[in-house]
């Protein structure tokens, strides 16, 4: 017997083989010229997978709440005003980041679990303060929920703020135009769709934001944090010259230039058609199977993860049965409806073979917990649209 499982889960996902090459590879110098070149190369690379050809990319150790960190800590001033666009679990983290770093923060809600703020009200709130920031989540990974990030960064710029985009669970999955859509800055953490294993925050800031940074009458509140340590370094790798701050994640940034070289290869507008396309046959399938899901509009779902609600008489021993069928994935983590939901991620290399095999295990899970449904409707119903 195969003791492989598949893990779909919304990050760690799974990486290519080649991506796990690099990490296994001897570990340079961080100063060694091959690995000079890599780190050069994964950081231009950077701007053109979050399509922000004028953006200042940075790589650093640690996890996407360090890029949150990395965001507030380099943008917020103590006294700033900043408006939070709250969609779930992430965005009351960013909310408690920014507050840490002295901004005033005010909350748009979204009305309910599974929807998201209006942009009216969003406009409204803009119209009554004077903010120097608007932070929002992309994909909330706690509800599956996609923001409306254009409209956001339109919104954004016509009230003069600095935009915030949380795009740990969307850069490389979800559709992002960082430039075109003006959004000052974004980030990711390695191991979403950006394919690499845990362990690097990823942030991509426009030309305004590094201006905000620059102007800033205060200094950063956190050493590790700060810009002013790391924009040399950046820019020396992007100049094929050694530097030093803090070590690189050698290994890791060897993956990263991997992984970033395939997205490319694939295509950027390739890849999130190929991630739009696989989620439309994953949630066909979870509506053939008459179960609901956390977003309550399909506009409102992302692409990179579906959260769906157990059916009537189900609860999370399900899971345990689609482990036992081969495939890990997520238990519910909003905490309103922990109990009630369950994830399945599908970013980052996920394929047709994928999907298929976790709806596979999941009716077979249906049916080991006594749930009376018709099987194989969920296959078929994936079936129909990836054979289109
Ligand atoms: N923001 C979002 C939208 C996330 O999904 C996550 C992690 N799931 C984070 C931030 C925090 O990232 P990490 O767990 O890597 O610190």
């Not at 399509?51 to 996890?63: N, W």
């Not at 003006?182 to 201006?211: E, H, N, W």
Request: charged share 20%.
């Amino acid at each position: 017997m195969k003791d492989r499982k598949l893990l779909m889960i919304p990050g760690p996902i799974e990486f290519t083989p080649d991506v796990m090459l690099a990490m296994g590879m001897p570990t340079t110098s961080h100063i060694a010229p091959n690995f000079i070149e890599v780190f050069g190369e994964a950081l231009e690379r950077m701007r053109h997978v979050f399509l922000c050809p004028d953006g200042q990319p940075f790589v650093i150790a640690g996890s996407g709440t360090l890029a949150m960190d990395i965001a507030g800590a380099n943008l917020v001033e103590p006294g700033d005003r900043a408006l939070v666009v709250n969609s779930g679990y992430f965005s009351d983290r960013m909310g408690a980041i920014l507050e840490r770093y002295g901004a005033t923060v005010t909350q748009v809600h979204a009305p309910a679990v599974g929807d998201v703020p209006a942009l009216e009200d969003v406009e409204t709130a803009l119209k009554k303060g004077a903010y120097k920031i608007m932070a929002f989540t992309h994909v909330d990974t706690s509800t599956a929920v996609v923001v409306d990030a254009k409209a956001l960064g339109a919104l954004g710029r016509e009230h003069g703020v600095l935009t915030i985009l949380d795009g740990v669970c969307s850069v490389a999955g979800e559709e992002l135009r960082q430039e075109d859509w003006g959004i000052d800055l974004s980030f990711t953490a390695s191991q979403k769709a950006i394919g690499v294993p845990p362990g690097l925050a990823l942030v991509v800031a426009g030309p305004r934001a590094m201006g905000a940074f620059h102007e800033r009458k205060s200094p950063v509140g956190n050493y590790y944090a700060d810009w002013a340590n790391w924009l040399p370094i950046m820019q020396a790798y992007e100049e094929r010259r050694p530097s030093y701050f803090g070590t690189p994640a050698v290994n890791l940034i060897w993956a990263l230039n991997v992984s970033l070289g395939q997205i490319l290869d694939e295509g950027i507008d390739a890849r999130f058609l190929r991630h739009r396309r696989l989620n439309q046959a994953f949630k066909a399938a979870i509506g053939a199977l008459g179960m609901k899901q956390v977003p309550l509009g399909s506009e409102l779902a992302a692409n990179t993860l579906t959260a769906p609600y157990y059916p009537d008489g189900v609860d999370k021993a399900l899971l345990g049965h689609i482990k036992e069928a081969g495939v890990i994935v997520a238990g519910g983590l909003h905490p309103e409806i922990r109990d009630r939901y369950f994830r399945v991620g599908h970013m980052g290399a996920v394929n047709e073979s994928d999907i298929l095999m976790t709806l596979g295990a999941l009716e077979k899970g249906l049916a080991q917990v006594g749930h009376s449904f018709d099987a194989g409707a969920g296959l078929a119903a994936a079936q129909a649209l990836l054979t289109q």
